[in-house]
């Protein structure tokens, strides 16, 4: 609950969060996006090119975060994009399938799922953690997302509306 703490209080200060999601991990990723920009954070899913990676970091400021996400560990340029965000004074966490993950021992902050041989059971379990990271998020921000469903409600309805024949 501490690493939990500690990546939401993060995440409410970070002028733009910027997700580094391997293959597996792209729908957390894209959850995480989709639970957390009606309260008006600033989330991107960054590609996975090694270039596009070097210049998140170039771009990347210290009121930003960089936040990995993990389920079989195997993007090999994921902890070294970690390792040089925390060099440059930018906060960095990461959500992963098992605690052995290399961006596990980088990131500043941590959740990490219990080591399953199972992609599918870990799949389940990282998506369970992005989950409860954003409830918390949403609970621990609630004015921020307060009217955001009704609006986007009555914004989704006036743009399905088809009345210009």
Request: charged share 20%.
């Amino acid at each position: 609950t501490d690493q939990v703490s500690q990546l939401v209080e993060k995440i409410g200060q970070a002028r733009r969060i910027i997700i580094l999601a391997e293959g597996p991990a792209q729908a957390a990723a894209y959850n995480l996006v989709h639970l957390l920009e009606p309260g008006g954070f600033r989330v991107y899913i960054a590609r996975q090119g090694v270039t596009d990676l070097a210049q998140i970091v170039y771009t990347a400021t210290p009121q930003d975060m960089l936040l990995a996400i993990e389920v079989t560990g195997e993007l090999p340029y994921m902890a070294r994009t970690l390792e040089a965000a925390n060099e440059r004074g930018i906060s960095t966490g990461a959500i992963v399938g098992a605690p052995a993950h290399a961006t596990a021992q980088v990131a500043n902050i941590v959740l990490a799922a219990r080591a399953h041989p199972s992609i599918e059971v870990r799949m389940v379990t990282v998506d369970a953690i992005v989950y409860v990271l954003a409830q918390t998020i949403r609970w621990q921000f609630r004015e921020r997302f307060s009217g955001a469903q009704q609006t986007i409600a009555k914004l989704t309805a006036f743009i399905q509306k088809n009345d210009r024949q």
